[in-house]
């Protein structure tokens, strides 16, 4: 049981990753856009809504990993699960640095759910 938690673990972390890599590519691309109009508005709301994405991705993640913790002692976790959660946690640190950097005030984000 505790392997098929650990590769549901693995799946959702891996589509997680795929998704703060579309993010930061979203961000990337939006910096080398011009104009401020109404396309400028859809792409900023695709970017929140993935964020909001994310964060329910990294609250799955965070309760099957505590699910594991539960049904394993800690040394028996794997340190690849921990430095995925680290590497998460990073690039999820540096979409919001990017999301920010593009707004000084950072409006556009401020209904993004980032914990």
Same mark, same amino acid.
């Given at each position: ?5 650990g590769?549901?673990?693995?799946? $959702? ?5 795929? !998704?703060?890599?579309?993010?930061? /590519? ?5 910096? /080398? ?5 109404? $396309?400028?508005? #859809?792409?900023?709301?695709?970017v #929140? *809504? =993935?964020?909001?994405?994310? /964060?329910? *991705? ?5 309760s !099957? !990993?505590?699910?594991?913790?539960? =049904? ?17 946690? *990073? ?14 005030? /950072? ?5 993004? =759910?980032?914990?």
């Open positions: 049981m505790a392997s098929k938690s590769d549901s673990w693995m799946k $959702e972390s891996n589509e997680a990753t795929k !998704l703060a890599d579309d993010i930061s /590519g979203m961000i990337t691309e939006k910096t /080398g856009m011009s104009g401020s109009g109404s $396309e400028s508005q #859809r792409h900023f709301s695709a #929140r *809504r =993935k964020i909001t994405f994310l /964060g329910t *991705r990294l609250d799955s993640l965070e !099957l !990993l505590s699910k594991l913790l539960s =049904k394993q002692s800690i040394h028996e976790i794997s340190l690849e699960i921990l430095e995925i959660t680290k590497e998460l946690n *990073r690039r999820k640190d540096i979409t919001f640095k990017f999301a920010n950097k593009d707004e000084p005030n /950072g409006n556009h984000f401020e209904h993004a =759910k980032f914990c």
